[in-house]
């Protein structure tokens, strides 16, 4: 679900470790409500887990992703026999707005889940993709789509930033290398009205969420959640340093995100919306 070139995982330590992100979506495929004459595109797909379930609901769905890797592996579990409506496109979505065959104007809906915070990050292309979006739309057609808001995650990310300068890393570079956009309500629906937007519904919500079951090595939870998705901090270190530095993250966290029973929790706080292209 990433969209920055050098930030990758495998579909199976994607499931593993994050598995419950396709699961914890029932309010904004609500929104979405896809119905059978309409054509979708998901915008960060992934490995197709989500993307499969509205398949069968809708004529076309189109599912981009920059990552060869997740949509490959999608497209082995979800194959064109079985799903012929879904079509995939390995597509670095910051740049969707010069795709002039995908940004023609046809599309009823476009969907996004877990996948904005990645490809919104960086500041010279935010507003490149949301007019790609807006040009994809028919007039009345819909962006729905739920991202990490303000204050998401906020614990992993301050414990990261410590344990990388408890290791010589300037806080200044960690904030560089930071591959995450969180917004505020206020600043999303400014950002979607500017390039033309209406937007109906936007919301923000704190869901504290279950991370991944922790053995007894201390592998696993919080740990492989940093190492999974918190790659590009840890990237600031050589190979051999960078589980060091998310066991210190870890240990960081081990009095605020560990539950008396062994489950991490991480503070999510999920951002959704959908906004309407103007007839």
Same mark, same amino acid.
């Given at each position: 679900?990433?969209?920055?070139?050098?930030?990758?995982? &495998?579909?199976? &330590?994607?499931? @593993?470790? $994050?598995?419950?992100?396709?699961?914890?979506?029932?309010?904004?495929?609500?929104?979405? $409500?896809?119905?059978?004459?309409? !054509? *979708?595109? %998901?915008?960060?797909?992934? %490995?197709?887990?989500? @993307? &499969?379930?509205?398949?069968?609901?809708?004529? +076309?769905?189109?599912?981009?992703?920059?990552?060869?890797?997740?949509?490959?592996?999608?497209?082995?579990?979800?194959?064109?026999?079985?799903?012929?409506?879904? +079509? @995939?496109?390995?597509?670095?979505?910051?740049?969707?707005? +010069?795709?002039?065959?995908?940004?023609?104007?046809?599309? %009823? /809906?476009?969907?996004?889940?877990?996948?904005?915070?990645?490809?919104?990050?960086?500041?010279?292309?935010?507003?490149?993709?949301?007019?790609?979006?807006?040009?994809?739309?028919?007039?009345?057609?819909?962006?729905?789509?739920?991202?990490?808001?303000?204050?998401?995650?906020?614990?992993?990310?301050?414990? *990261? @930033? $410590?344990?990388?300068?408890?290791?010589?890393?300037?806080?200044?570079?960690?904030?560089?290398?930071?591959?995450?956009?969180?917004?505020?309500?206020?600043?999303?629906? /400014?950002?979607?009205?500017?390039? =033309?937007?209406?937007?109906?519904?936007?919301?923000?919500?704190?869901?504290?969420?279950?991370? &991944?079951?922790? %053995?007894?090595?201390?592998?696993?939870?919080?740990?492989?959640?940093?190492?999974?998705?918190? +790659?590009?901090?840890?990237?600031?270190?050589?190979? =051999?340093?960078?589980?060091?530095?998310?066991?210190?993250?870890?240990?960081?966290?081990?009095? *605020?995100?560990?539950?008396?029973?062994?489950?991490? *929790?991480? =503070?999510?706080?999920?951002?959704?919306?959908?906004?309407?292209? !103007? $007839?």
């Amino acid at each position: 679900m990433s969209d920055l070139k050098n930030t990758s995982y &495998s579909h199976e &330590s994607y499931s @593993t470790h $994050a598995g419950f992100v396709p699961l914890l979506t029932s309010k904004i495929t609500t929104l979405l $409500a896809p119905q059978p004459h309409e !054509k *979708i595109i %998901d915008l960060g797909a992934g %490995d197709l887990i989500l @993307t &499969s379930k509205l398949s069968p609901h809708c004529t +076309q769905v189109l599912a981009l992703d920059a990552s060869t890797e997740l949509l490959t592996s999608g497209r082995s579990l979800f194959p064109e026999s079985k799903y012929p409506n879904l +079509q @995939t496109k390995i597509l670095d979505c910051r740049y969707l707005l +010069q795709e002039k065959e995908i940004v023609d104007g046809s599309w %009823d /809906k476009v969907f996004s889940n877990a996948a904005l915070h990645w490809i919104l990050r960086d500041p010279t292309t935010r507003l490149d993709v949301l007019r790609g979006v807006h040009g994809c739309l028919k007039p009345g057609g819909k962006f729905v789509a739920e991202m990490g808001g303000f204050g998401n995650i906020d614990e992993i990310h301050v414990a *990261i @930033t $410590a344990a990388l300068v408890m290791s010589g890393v300037s806080a200044e570079k960690v904030r560089e290398v930071n591959p995450w956009f969180y917004p505020s309500k206020e600043f999303m629906k /400014k950002m979607l009205e500017e390039v =033309g937007f209406e937007v109906e519904v936007i919301e923000i919500e704190y869901r504290p969420t279950e991370l &991944s079951l922790e %053995d007894e090595g201390g592998e696993g939870g919080v740990k492989a959640w940093i190492e999974m998705f918190g +790659q590009r901090f840890l990237e600031l270190m050589g190979e =051999g340093e960078r589980g060091k530095v998310a066991a210190v993250a870890r240990g960081l966290l081990e009095g *605020i995100s560990r539950r008396e029973d062994g489950r991490w *929790i991480a =503070g999510y706080v999920r951002l959704r919306w959908v906004a309407v292209k !103007k $007839a």
